[in-house]
């Protein structure tokens, strides 16, 4: 992802930087005009040499990672202005076909960002901005919530899921202090091809689950709960000390992570798929 470029105010140039400047804005029109143009174009040659990467100054898309990984480098909105999202995001629609998103944007800056950039769709539950949104591909992912609580971090695992073509059933309010809710719902389980199950609490649905079902299973820990929750520690720690072997757990409200996770199991099941 690209990163964000420390603040520069309060920092002092150097006389010499000033004098530039100073020098720069008494020139005549003409040769402003001139220093304008021959920086735009060490910009193009810059961007054209590079690589791989579109470098703006302030961030490097990575343009190739789509070649790569079959999917477009994401955007994380917090800590970047909105000039700089959008212009992450332009470059990523020019450099790739695929689906470009940007997760955990606030719901003014998307509207701002999506004012700037048209085409994009934002859901405010997930915080996720979406271009382009890929076509559903034939691999089928159940989001599955312990809690009411735990619905905002399974909502962007839902949404990024969908945005990048997987096929997403969600399943909510099946923890485990209920546990029948949870086995009413095992035949729309056992036809997954992955499940993501998010969790808050002493996180033990994906335990659970991973005795239940044969496919991958993706544990989330939340930092949904009471003071001995730690703010997510307890359930990552639950989760990785799953009894039922084989669960993969992600960072801790990390809905993205978990449909990233997905998205690398549906790559491989896919081409298999087709081989066949």
Same mark, same amino acid.
């Given at each position: ?99 470009? &998103? ?86 729309? &389980? ?87």
């Amino acid at each position: 992802m690209a990163e964000h470029e420390p603040p520069l105010a309060g920092r002092r140039r150097p006389a010499g930087e000033a004098r530039r400047e100073r020098g720069t804005s008494d020139r005549a029109p003409e040769e402003r005009g001139g220093a304008s143009r021959a920086r735009e174009h060490a910009g193009a040659e810059r961007r054209q040499l590079s690589g791989g990467f579109d470098d703006l100054g302030f961030a490097r898309p990575d343009t190739d990672r789509e070649a790569r990984l079959g999917l477009p480098e994401v955007v994380y909105g917090p800590g970047k202005t909105v000039e700089q999202v959008v212009g992450v995001v332009r470059s990523l629609l020019a450099g790739n076909e695929g689906p470009v &998103l940007v997760s955990r944007i606030a719901a003014d800056d998307a509207a701002e960002v999506g004012a700037a950039v048209e085409g994009g769709s934002y859901d405010p539950v997930a915080r996720l901005l979406v271009w382009r949104p890929a076509a559903p591909r034939p691999f089928r992912v159940v989001v599955a919530s312990a809690g009411t609580s735990d619905w905002p971090v399974a909502a962007e695992a839902a949404a990024v899921a969908t945005a990048i073509g997987l096929q997403v059933d969600e399943v909510r309010d099946v923890g485990v202090a209920g546990v029948h809710r949870l086995l009413a719902e095992t035949e729309r &389980l056992a036809a997954a091809d992955a499940v993501i199950c998010v969790a808050g609490m002493e996180g033990a649905l994906p335990s659970v689950v991973g005795g239940l079902v044969g496919c991958p299973v993706i544990a989330v820990p939340t930092s949904v709960g009471y003071g001995a929750v730690f703010e997510g520690v307890t359930p990552l720690l639950a989760m990785l000390s799953s009894c039922a072997a084989g669960v993969v757990v992600v960072n801790i409200d990390s809905g993205f992570g978990a449909a990233i996770a997905a998205h690398r199991m549906a790559l491989r099941m896919t081409a298999q798929r087709v081989a066949r």
